[in-house]
């Protein structure tokens, strides 16, 4: 089956870019999504790209596509202490649902 | 964005017992899903509720003991049955919107004694 892998935990420095990385094996994804959750809350979706883009900025936030290698990134730029969480990344084909990854737990250090 | 409200957000309940779960989508949708997120742990689908028709349950999930309601196209339920302590987990709704993506309600954290 479909699968999504992710690095576990991520440190960076405040102030620094912080690049969170994910690589999937379904050729057929359509849409790629990065999600956020604060400790003892729910998912908030931050961004999600379509198969046929490469990249896609929202402020500080770039996320790079290389379909051929089926990697997916997310770039936060000036990292604060409140992007402190764990990201997920997640990929579907059309209406089906969602695949996660594990999730990268990304520690800010002031 | 889609707003989607879920509750309760917490609950403690007494092993044996049942608790539904609600999820309330701000516009309708074709498609809802429920997963779960054991502690310290990614999500998991439990099923895709679809109005009209019986919810598509994923393997290790069952509808006696996750059953779940989609009366109309912006609500649905998922009832936890005859709880245990391993069915402590969060509870997360989800729902599809074209322009949007799949959002999340907030879940719900449930604890089972």
């Known amino acids: 089956g479909e699968d999504v892998e992710q690095s576990l935990f991520l440190s960076v420095r405040e102030g620094d870019s912080s690049v969170i990385n994910c690589t999937y094996t379904d050729s057929s994804s359509t849409y790629l999504y990065w999600y956020k959750q604060e400790p003892g809350a729910g998912l908030q979706l931050l961004t999600y790209?379509?198969?046929?883009?490469d990249m896609k900025q929202d402020q500080r936030l770039t996320v790079l596509l290389n379909k051929k290698d089926k990697h997916l990134s997310l770039r936060i730029a000036d990292t604060q202490t409140g992007d402190s969480a764990i990201y997920f990344c997640?990929?579907?084909?059309?209406?089906?649902?969602?695949?996660f990854g594990k999730g990268t737990r990304l520690s800010v250090i002031a | 964005s889609a707003v989607i409200s879920q509750k309760p957000s917490r609950d403690i309940c007494q092993r044996g017992t049942s608790l539904t779960i609600q999820c309330q989508v701000d516009?309708?949708?074709?498609?809802m899903f429920w997963y779960r997120q054991q502690p310290g742990q990614s999500l998991t689908l439990i099923a895709t509720a679809n109005q009209g028709s019986e919810a598509t349950y994923e393997s290790g999930f069952v509808i006696d003991k996750f059953p779940i309601s989609r009366p109309n196209l912006t609500f649905s339920t998922l009832t936890v049955s005859n709880m245990s302590p391993e069915d402590s987990s969060i509870y997360l709704c989800s729902a599809d919107r074209i322009d949007y993506g799949y959002t999340f309600g907030s879940g719900t954290r449930l604890t089972v004694v």
């Open positions: 516009s309708q949708v074709t498609m």
């Open positions: 997640a990929e579907n084909s059309g209406n089906t649902p969602l695949v």
């Open positions: 790209i379509f198969s046929n883009m």
